[in-house]
């Protein structure tokens, strides 16, 4: 579930990044795991201006083609790890901090969900399998395999797009995502300006 989540976050700072370095507009960037029928679903997900969708679909595509097939590097992996090393450091102060409505909570899910329960020792030895095994070749193959897997796309068109041609260039955009991924992630706008 952890390496989903990591999987998910280095995506997320992978496409922001990539935005901002060509600083294209974009109204929203989701990249998350749910539970939907007893399944993990990742969904990687942005919303656009009409307008801009020729400038900004294929970079999404393009860039989670490059994490598919070139990962990410230890800068990024420290970034996200972070995360899990303060939870661990601060395990046993955050777990003091919980609540009766807290631990109800995170009951009912564990019960909806299939979760098992884990006692404060077992979140904390949990953390540290997970910090010790979230090296960077775990982590990009684990990446590489959830990119890889069998995915739906779908486009939402905007008032004046046609349906029909966003069909039309559903497998244009899915042969896009199948083309290799570029090396590296320091995108170069050869733009003078700010």
Not at 6 to 32: H, K
Not at 139 to 153: E, G, I, T
Not at 171 to 179: D, F, G, N, T, V
């Amino acid at each position: 579930y952890w390496m989903n989540q990591i999987a998910a976050q280095l995506i997320s700072v992978r496409l922001n990044t990539a935005y901002d370095q060509q600083a294209l507009p974009l109204q929203s960037l989701d990249s998350g795991v749910y539970n939907s029928f007893n399944q993990r679903i990742y969904e990687a997900a942005i919303s656009f201006a009409e307008q801009d969708r020729q400038k900004v679909q294929p970079l999404f595509l393009t860039t989670l083609a490059s994490l598919r097939d070139h990962g990410v590097d230890q800068a990024e992996l420290d970034t996200v790890l972070a995360d899990y090393i303060s939870r661990r450091k601060y395990a046993d102060q955050d777990w003091g901090y919980r609540s009766a409505e807290d631990f109800a909570e995170e009951k009912t899910y564990q019960l909806a969900e299939g979760e098992p329960t884990q006692s404060l020792q077992d979140y904390k030895r949990s953390l540290d399998q997970l910090i010790d095994g979230a090296d960077l070749i775990s982590v990009n193959d684990h990446l590489r395999q959830l990119l890889s897997s069998s995915y739906d796309l779908f486009a939402g068109a905007g008032p004046t797009e046609s349906v029909a041609q966003l069909k039309h260039m559903l497998p244009e955009w899915k042969a896009m995502y199948k083309l290799s991924g570029i090396a590296g992630h320091d995108v170069q706008t050869g733009s003078d300006g700010f």
